[in-house]
């Protein structure tokens, strides 16, 4: 019997174009593309524990990934990290009877994948009968309302890979070298939760159809339009557990009739917004990123039964920032001509996202705590994907 441990962390990303709607529920592929900054610190860090059953074999391409394995959910943060320098800040992950059979499926979804994965990276996966333990933990607080399905789905698939490999020194190297096995795992983790494959890269990543990969917006040959570091501001209106998940989300928008033409107007929304952040024209990424996220709400606004993730603080929050995105009208904070606008998005929850150059986010901090005193504000700057903790 042997064991091995396996540990990952994945951070969470903000999409500036939504994944809403799927074209395929199966395997969670989206009715349109979507654009995210990947963020560095709010994430999730998970331990996977394997216990090979004796008569252990490795596989490559030919791996039957049938052996008979048992996979637990262990609902506690684990020693392994939590005793390192992240400790004081992890929260252990608290999830329902369906999302602890959602997890433990993805494992041994991913177990089976990695026999098909590895061989073309020159990889061989352990493939004997095995026990497995997963346990997880956030670092950002369970209660914030943060979407964690991605930074989930993302570090469960790296740490499942991880201990599926029959060489982990070979499985580092090429993570660290190859960006196609990032692709490959992205590919892997969309159909867990889909918007997880946006979490293997960084800072922007774009998702269209099976893939998503990094785009680059600040390389020096932009010249002065290169997009700056960002920072993300994350007001904390409310922290209840959602009454509609994002995955029925998925399916309810397609009863509002503004679902007729969604798909088609998101696309060209992305490609504006791709052009906008390769210019590094903040005023138009900014106003794209507002009309989408009010699309979006207005998509769950209309449905057949219509639902809200929106709460007064929400509304009070966007009719403070407006002005910002939109100079022309006013709102409760005052925004100066030339400021640089801010980015302002929701995720299928009542929190609004404030994505600012890093250099501008303690102005902006300021700004928005005395503007809204009575919510907290998570803070954190965009980051370059998922990871092994070695
Ligand atoms: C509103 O990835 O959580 O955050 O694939 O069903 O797990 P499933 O959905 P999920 O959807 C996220 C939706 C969103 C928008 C986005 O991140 O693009």
Redesign the pocket.
Known sequence: MSVVQTVARAPS???L????G?SDRDS?LPANG?L?LTLRDLCTITEVRRVLRGGSGMAGAAGTGTAVDEVRWIPEAFRHVAAGSVADQMEPVVLSADAIDRVTRHLRRARAACAEIFPAFGLRCHDGASYWEIRSANTFPAASGI?S??SS?AALTLATAQACAADPEAFARAWDSDRELHRALARLS?Q?????C?SFEGPWVLWRGTDAAALDFSSPDLGAGRMPEMADLVILVESAPKAV???Q??QRVQTSPLWAGRPERAEGRLEKMIEALRRGELAAVSRLAWQEAWE?HSLFHTAEEPFTYWRPGTLEILNGLRPFVWPAESGTLSAQPGQVPPIVTL???PNVHVLVPATRAPEWRERLRSAFPAWRILEDVQGLGAEGVR
């Open positions: 990303n903000i999409a174009i939504k994944y809403m799927k969670n979507s995210s979407a399905s991605a789905f969309r867990g939760s889909g918007s997880s946006r998940s994002s995955s989300a998925h979006m995720d299928a929850g």
